[in-house]
């Protein structure tokens, strides 16, 4: 059994992967994120996040329940640790996605975690992606495409890459790395 975290910019795709992953893939479990955004369309409480207020997040903070958690885009995010805990002892392989900080702190807390990083084809196709993407004004689009140039600067810190040139491919890989 494995932990594995699952990061990138923004845009790559990583969501896809992890909903493909949860839909067809039960060796491996994926964790479900707290956070204080709002639900987009389609996303449910306990399934995709827990949708936490600021207060609530205030207090899984102080009862120490995050294996990690960061500040991103105006929201904070964590990961639950005692359904990790659980599932590692179980013997399960665990998957997490989060972003480039999250990564880093699970990397000091779990030296032994796997930690994958998703990249773009090419960074012209993630800036087209990010420039299109909902209906952003243009002062956002510009500062996602800021924040994505950051992450992936993150690229080295990682164990490894993949290309996410299809969304199957990019799963199967997961999966073995997981059950290797
Ligand atoms: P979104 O709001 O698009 O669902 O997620 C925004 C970012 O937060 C993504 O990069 C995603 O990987 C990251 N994220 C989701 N859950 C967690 C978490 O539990 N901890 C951290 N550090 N990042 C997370």
Redesign the pocket.
Known sequence: MKLIVL?GP?GVG??TVISYLRANESKVWVSV???T?SPRAGESNGID?YFLSDAEFDKWIAEDKFL???D??G?R???PKQFVDQHLKDGKSVL????I??AR?VRAKNPEALLVFLAPPSWEELAERLLKRGTDSEERRISRLALARAEMAAQGEFDLTLINTSVEEVAQRLISLALD
């Open positions: 990061s923004g990583k969501s994120s707290a956070t955004r996040y990690e958690w960061a991103f885009a929201a995010y964590g990961t997490l996605e989060l972003e900080s999250g702190q």
